[in-house]
């Protein structure tokens, strides 16, 4: 076959060959310009958003392991925040010293929150005569009485804040639910979890902390900023309809 006779009109097969291999080259070279550069994935230290964490906001770094957990004070329109308990009665910071401290962001309408509520119950009923504190702050309800609600529902024991502006959500760098911090008793923070936790994994978190002085160097176990599995069995979740045992 003679490549270079003329094919079509003037233009010979190796011409008109030539022209299609240009054609898909530079298909092929625009496909690949338009790539996206980086993955859109989750990354893998930050929990990807769903059944087991809800983000209400963008993320945001937190705080860290060995810092001092803030008061639980915000501002908003320039004015100071003080966040109260569902009575209004003032939570403060400097009056969980000396015991160890499970701080937990949530909201009634959230559901990883609503299977962990028998978890937070439970560990506080077996731990509250040992000193643990626990605040529970919910953040994003319209009303205390919406909270109180719920908490009589399940017979809450611990302290439960009604942050109504989100302003102290704001100053634990928070940006989902559940958020947790575990503190010693000098009010360090020794972990931090962005969603539930189960029994077990809140006993791993709470056994360090229970002891009768605070360690000067950061509890061994569980590392900051994990994301746990599944906190506990529908049949016992709050969402599941049923009010813990």
């Known amino acids: 076959m003679n490549w270079r006779k003329p094919l079509v009109g ?26 996206p550069i980086a993955s859109t994935a989750v990354q893998p230290s930050l929990p990807a958003p769903g059944a087991s964490f809800v983000a209400v906001g963008e993320p945001v770094e937190g705080l860290r392991i060995g810092d001092v957990a803030p008061d639980f004070t915000g501002t908003v329109d320039g004015k100071e925040i003080q966040l109260t ?11 969980l010293r000396g015991h160890p401290v499970w701080i937990n962001f949530w909201a009634s309408w959230c559901p990883p929150c609503q299977a962990e509520t028998p978890t937070l119950r439970d560990v506080y009923n077996a731990h509250s005569a040992d000193g643990l504190k626990l605040v529970a702050i919910s953040v994003q309800e ?13 017979s809450l024991p611990f302290t439960v804040g009604f942050d109504a502006t989100s302003a102290i959500f704001h100053t ?14 000098d009010g360090v923070i020794r972990n931090v979890v962005l969603g539930p936790v189960n029994r077990a994994q809140a006993e ?15 509890s061994p176990g569980p590392s900051a900023s994990q994301f746990p599995g599944p906190s506990a069995s529908p049949s016992l979740s709050p969402s599941a309809g049923q009010s813990p045992a």
């Open 142 to 154: 319209t009303t205390p009485d919406d909270v109180r609600a719920y908490v009589q529902r399940y």
């Open 85 to 95: 308990d569902l009575d209004g009665n003032p939570i403060r910071m400097a009056d």
């Open 10 to 35: 003037p233009f010979s097969l190796l011409q008109l060959v030539s022209v299609v291999v240009a054609v898909l080259l530079t298909a092929g070279i625009l496909a690949l310009i338009n790539q």
């Open 204 to 218: 791993a978190y709470l056994a360090p902390l229970r002891k009768a002085s605070a360690s000067p160097s950061p």
């Open 172 to 185: 634990y760098h928070a940006y989902g639910l559940p958020t947790q911090l575990f503190l010693d008793r």
